[in-house]
C-alpha cells in the first residue's frame, strides 16, 4: 500500500522572516519628529500555517519577548506579514530580530515535529487497517459453501477412508434403482 503523506516546501521551510517593510514605517524617521516606538511589519520567507500563527501570538512567545528585555513589544500576524508593535528600528537591529527569529524557528520546528508524527500515526493506522482488510478478506475467502458430504473431498488435509466412504455410499445408492448416471466412473 503506497501512502502519500502531505509534503511541501512550506512544511520543509522554517518560518522566518525576509526584511522590513519599508512602507510601514513613519514618514518622520530620522528626523526631530520621529516618534520613540512605533510599529515595524517585517514579511514572512513564507506563509504562516495556521498552528504557527497561533503560537505566534500566544503566550509563550510574548512570555519570551518579555524574558529577553522586550516586555512591551506586542506581535500580530496580517497575511504574509509579522507586525511588530512598540517597537523602533534600532531595538530590532540590537537583539530584538534575533529574538523573533529564533522564536519562530522553535515555532515550526515544534509544529514540525507534530505534524510529522501525526503523518506517522496516520500511516501506522492505514497499515494496521489495510492487514486488518487482508485478514478478514482472507478469512472470507476460506469459506466454502458445499454439502457436507463432499466437503471432505475439497480438503486437501481429508484422508482417503473418507474418499473410499464416499465412494461406497454412492455404489450404494446406485443400487438401490437410482439412475446409472449418478455412479462414480
Known amino acids: 500500500m ?7 516546501d512550506a512544511h520543509s521551510a522554517t518560518l522566518g522572516l525576509g ?7 513613519p514618514a518622520a524617521l530620522m528626523t526631530e519628529a520621529a516618534p520613540d516606538r512605533y510599529t515595524v511589519e517585517a514579511v514572512f520567507t513564507r506563509r504562516p500555517e495556521k498552528d504557527e500563527v497561533a503560537e505566534i501570538l500566544g503566550t509563550r512567545t510574548r512570555d519570551d519577548l518579555g524574558s ?3 516586555p512591551t513589544v506586542e506581535l500580530a500576524v ?6 511588530i508593535a512598540n517597537t523602533n528600528l534600532e531595538e530590532l537591529r540590537d537583539g530584538l530580530a534575533a529574538v523573533i527569529a529564533d ?9 514540525h515535529e507534530k505534524q510529522d508524527a501525526a503523518a506517522i500515526r496516520f500511516e501506522e493506522a492505514a497499515m494496521r487497517e ?31 477412508a473418507a474418499a473410499s466412504n464416499e465412494d461406497e455410499q454412492i455404489a450404494g445408492w446406485s443400487s438401490e434403482g437410482g439412475h446409472g448416471r449418478y455412479a462414480r466412473p
Open 2 to 8: 503506497d501512502t502519500h503523506t502531505r509534503t511541501s
Open 19 to 25: 526584511s522590513v517593510l519599508l512602507a510601514s514605517l
Open 68 to 70: 529577553a528585555g522586550f
Open 78 to 83: 496580517a497575511d504574509r506579514r509579522l507586525v
Open 103 to 111: 522564536r519562530l524557528a522553535a515555532i515550526s520546528t515544534k509544529i
Open 130 to 160: 489495510h492487514t486488518r482488510t487482508a485478514a478478514v478478506t482472507a478469512l472470507a475467502e476460506s469459506i466454502t459453501f458445499q454439502r457436507a458430504g463432499s466437503a471432505a473431498r475439497a480438503r486437501p488435509d481429508a484422508t482417503a
